[in-house]
């Protein structure tokens, strides 16, 4: 059974930091693109990173240059450093893996939520 379990959310000021952490069981994780996505209430779920079997990362660009996404083999985990928080990244925080040779991320977790408060 495959699971992803977030952790690390939380409340924080704004230009405050957080690291999310997602760890991942039941897959060959080093097989795996891992990513990060968010939900604002009212609005539609978004892509904020992701990070190839080969390390190859991409961000969202609200986030290029304050988000950093690594994954640690060895752990079976995938980290979002965040820093320089806003408001508006107030959101459930989604960890999730695809294939790497598949576009569709199939297995998802529960998500953690993050408040930036202003």
């Known amino acids: 059974q495959v699971q992803l379990v977030e952790s690390g959310g939380g409340l924080v000021q704004a230009g405050g930091s957080l690291r999310l952490s997602c760890a991942v069981s039941?897959?060959?994780?080093?097989?795996?693109?891992m990513g990060w996505f968010r939900q604002a209430p009212g609005k539609e779920r978004e892509f904020v990173a992701r990070?190839?079997?080969?390390?190859?990362?991409d961000y969202v660009n609200s986030v290029k240059g304050r988000f950093t996404i690594s994954r640690e083999n060895a752990k079976n985990t995938v980290l979002l450093q965040m820093n320089s928080l806003r408001p508006e990244d107030t959101a459930v925080y989604y960890c999730a893996a695809r294939r790497s040779t598949s576009a569709l991320y199939t297995h998802w977790g529960q998500g953690t939520q993050v408040t930036v408060s202003s």
């Open positions: 990070v190839s079997a080969s390390d190859y990362v």
């Open positions: 039941g897959l060959t994780f080093s097989s795996y693109t």
